[in-house]
């Protein structure tokens, strides 16, 4: 069951009731929408029921990983991994591209990184440049694409039916963003920094993949312009040889073949602008959410990850040994403040026990969590985990819903047998 009864129930009413005959409601009314309804998946497992059959399959410097489309390639990383290591091996981490005219062979002697715009000196960088202009930064970061675990809302969305593996966590090496946008003088009124990478459309009338950060932010010590990913050159799928990391930001502004940093002294608007005026936008309210079915009145682009947390070391289905040691393990993260809590409940909810904090690897980091417990009675039970971060967000009991299928950040169940 994803979350519980009440949660289908509440999204049941709305669906009975109004809003699914016109406008942004048809993006949440199919067949599968109803199938979802009779059969309730669980928020861990299950999404194949609804993304129809995923099969492991192999591209170039990756292991098997989970077909989620093959055109352009968009990999998932099966959730075993991430009970393996907190760190996400580069051959396990999952690929995204929106866009089929992507590069598939890079000179790294003639790669260029491209700095206009609103500067004083526009620089033409190459990758010894900027491995030596600056010192290099590390920063342990997870990049998690937006729509992770988009297959899981109710009622369901368009866009691809991810589980939960579009996440990794890796150690980037890299030069600082504000450190190059300093050498090449970013000039008054500077107010956005789009970014560009190598992947281009195959048709002029599809937008190009690009993104913007507001200066402010671009010139804060968070982004990197990052060579490398966990101490090799980045995998190619995975944006080789440059890619932009913005830690606590999600996936989708981690622009991957990164050629082209462009300062704008206004908005950022156009056809190529599509990525942050029309795509990747969350409701503009607390909760970022609307009633299922709803289209937000004003919206806003996405920005930092929300708290969230899972357990990786059981799942749905699993049988648990009763009135026996168990250490259950798992992970938790946030957008840059850091895990203060995690909490998991092995009796539906009932009781909670704090888990103990694995090594901290700064606050954009998976942090690793165990907890020594012990089933007290046989019988069917739902494991439960939630997680508090150090600026006091916690994460919502029941899953809230956006016509993007985005930020999802709801309290993980899994379901086991204790006998
Ligand atoms: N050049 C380029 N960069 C991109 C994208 C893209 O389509 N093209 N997709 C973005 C999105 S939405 C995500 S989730 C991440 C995925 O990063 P990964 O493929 O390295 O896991 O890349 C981001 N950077
Ligand atoms: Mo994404």
Redesign the pocket.
């Known amino acids: 069951m994803s979350d519980d009864g009440k949660t289908t129930g509440k999204y049941i009413a709305p669906l009975n009731r109004r809003r699914f005959l016109g406008g942004v409601s048809a993006a949440v009314l199919s067949a599968s929408t109803l199938r979802s309804f009779a059969s309730t998946p669980n928020t861990s497992e299950g999404v194949s029921l609804s993304a129809g059959p995923r099969p492991l399959v192999r591209y170039p410097e990756k292991r098997e990983l989970i077909r989620v489309h093959t055109r352009?390639p968009h990999l998932e990383t099966p959730f075993e991994v991430f009970n393996e290591s907190v760190i996400t091996p580069n051959d396990a981490?999952?690929?995204?591209?929106?866009?089929a005219n992507?590069p598939t062979n890079i000179d790294p002697e003639t790669f260029r990184l491209k700095v206009g715009g609103h500067v004083d000196k526009p620089l033409s960088l190459s990758l010894t440049d900027l491995k030596t202009m600056t010192d290099a930064q590390e920063v342990v970061a997870v990049?998690?694409?937006?729509g992770n675990s988009r297959g899981y809302f109710e009622p369901r969305v368009f866009g691809a039916q991810l589980g939960n593996g579009?996440m990794?966590n890796a150690r980037w090496t890299g030069a600082p963003l504000r450190a190059v946008l300093n050498s090449a003088g970013v000039r008054k009124g500077a107010q956005h920094v789009v970014f560009n990478?190598?992947?281009k459309p195959v048709l002029n009338t599809t937008p190009d993949?690009q993104k913007s950060l507001e200066i402010d932010h671009a010139l804060s010590a968070e982004p990197l312009l990052a060579w490398s990913m966990n101490g090799v050159d980045i995998p190619f799928?995975?944006?080789y040889p440059l890619?932009l990391i913005v830690p606590g930001y999600?996936?989708?502004?981690?622009?991957?073949?990164?050629s082209e940093i462009t300062v704008l002294d206004g908005m950022f608007t156009g056809q190529d602008a599509y990525f942050m005026t029309k795509g990747?936008r969350l409701p503009d309210n607390d909760c970022h959410c609307v009633e299922p079915g709803d289209a937000p009145s004003d919206t806003r682009p996405i920005s930092r990850i929300p708290v969230r947390s899972f357990v990786t070391s059981i799942s749905t289905g699993d049988l648990m040994p009763v009135k026996r040691d168990i250490e259950l393990r798992g992970i938790a993260f946030d957008g840059g403040s850091g895990i203060n809590r995690v909490e998991v409940s092995i009796d539906n909810g009932q009781l909670w026990q704090q888990a103990k904090l694995g090594n901290d690897l700064g606050p954009y980091s998976f942090r690793e969590w165990r907890l020594r417990t012990q089933f007290p009675v046989k019988g069917a039970t739902t494991v439960r985990v939630r997680a508090n971060s150090k600026r006091g967000e916690t994460q919502p009991e029941r899953a809230t819903w956006n016509p993007g299928g985005y930020h999802r950040n709801v309290v993980e169940t899994v379901e086991v047998m204790v006998s």
Do not use: E, I, M
């Open positions: 352009p981490f999952f690929v995204r591209y929106h866009l992507f990049n998690q694409c937006s579009a990794g990478g190598l992947d993949f799928l995975n944006g890619k999600f996936g989708t502004y981690w622009v991957k073949h990164l990747y």
